[in-house]
T-cell receptor
Framework: GAGVSQSPRYKVAKRGQDVALRCDPI?????LFWYQQALGQGPEFLTY????????KSGLPSDRFFAERPEGSVSTLKIQRTQQEDSAVYLC????????????????FGPGTRLLVL | AQSVAQPEDQVNVAEGNPLTVKCTYS??????LFWYVQYPNRGLQFLLK??????LVKGSYGFEAEFNKSQTSFHLKKPSALVSDSALYFC????????????FGSGTRLSIRP
């Protein structure tokens, strides 16, 4: 079956512009995660959804970052008034079960959206 | 606090030779440990994980990793490297807790020369 998909794959934004990044998780997956991967670094956790509920947003770097998953499937990560330091690859991952089993579930990652803020 | 270290930015190995990609971790309590691989312009692909039980874990593409609790290590190994193994490898750790986040290392670039 289809894996996790993300769109757009590449986004160039001018500083101050708002952007929206989309994630389509694997069908039926309950848990959805967003990560930010800076150049030369490992992914860093941003936020977690269980169905439509955003249970953890502690990794969002500022109030310019907002994520939603209104129907418990597709999720959108929105960045307002983008800054150059927001340039990174944004990864989405999903798992079939709620993330309350001690964290042993394998996460399935999408290809990422590469954001470049000029 | 939990953390993971990959001390080598790059590992170079000749095709057919064994390879090791190092990972050490710091976590309170029991860890869950993962290895992911990232090919250019693609997302992370799961290789293997240690949850409990046998310290030697076998994963995809002939890779294996050994959990060493006393040394807090989880090194990735393969007996005979292939050129197609060239990629970026990430070790990750998570504490046994529903409230914990997965923490990734900074990655090791594996280069296999023909």
């Amino acid at each position: 079956g289809a894996g996790v998909s993300q769109s757009p794959r590449y986004k160039v934004a001018k500083r101050g512009q708002d952007v929206a990044l989309r994630c389509d998780p694997i069908s039926g997956h309950v848990s959805l995660f967003w990560y930010q991967q800076a150049l030369g670094q490992g992914p860093e956790f941003l936020t977690y959804f269980q169905n439509e509920a955003q249970l953890d947003k502690s990794g969002l770097p500022s109030d310019r970052f907002f994520a939603e998953r209104p129907e418990g499937s597709v999720s959108t990560l929105k960045i307002q008034r983008t800054q150059q330091e927001d340039s990174a690859v944004y990864l989405c991952a999903s798992t079939p079960s709620p993330d309350n089993r001690g964290g042993k579930e394998t996460q399935y990652f999408g290809p990422g959206t590469r954001l470049l803020v000029l | 606090a939990q953390s993971v270290a990959q001390p080598e930015d790059q590992v170079n190995v000749a095709e057919g030779n064994p390879l090791t990609v190092k990972c050490t971790y710091s976590v309170s309590g029991n860890p869950y440990l993962f290895w992911y691989v990232q090919y250019p312009n693609r997302g992370l692909q799961f290789l293997l994980k240690y949850i409990t039980g046998d310290n030697l874990v076998k994963g995809s593409y002939g890779f294996e990793a050994e959990f060493n609790k006393s040394q807090t290590s989880f090194h990735l190994k393969k007996p005979s490297a292939l050129v197609s193994d060239s990629a970026l490898y990430f070790c990750a750790v998570r504490r046994y807790s529903s409230a914990s986040k997965i923490i990734f290392g900074s990655g090791t670039r594996l280069s296999i020369r023909p």
